[in-house]
């Protein structure tokens, strides 16, 4: 399952990031690694961006950046 298809209030952990190159280091660079934990917060009124919550800050990311990130 990828991050953008988390229900909003759940919370899951990261298990891989799958982009490329600098996308993924500006993921890493945001504190989305593997191990983390990561909230849904709000979702956007057309779904785009999410606001997630990641090591106790909130953050808002694309929807095509949410489908790089592997979750359980």
Do not use: F, H
């Given at each position: 399952m990828t991050l953008n298809e988390v229900s909003v209030g759940s919370t899951v952990t990261v298990v891989k990031l799958?982009?490329?190159?600098?996308?993924?280091?500006r993921i890493m660079d945001m504190g989305?690694?593997?191990?983390?934990?990561?909230?849904?917060?709000?979702?956007a009124p057309l779904g785009d961006p999410i606001e997630i919550t990641v090591r106790g800050y909130e953050l808002s990311l694309r929807q095509a950046d949410a489908r790089m990130i592997e979750v359980k």
């Open positions: 799958t982009g490329e190159g600098a996308v993924k280091r989305i690694t593997k191990g983390v934990k990561v909230s849904i917060r709000k979702l």
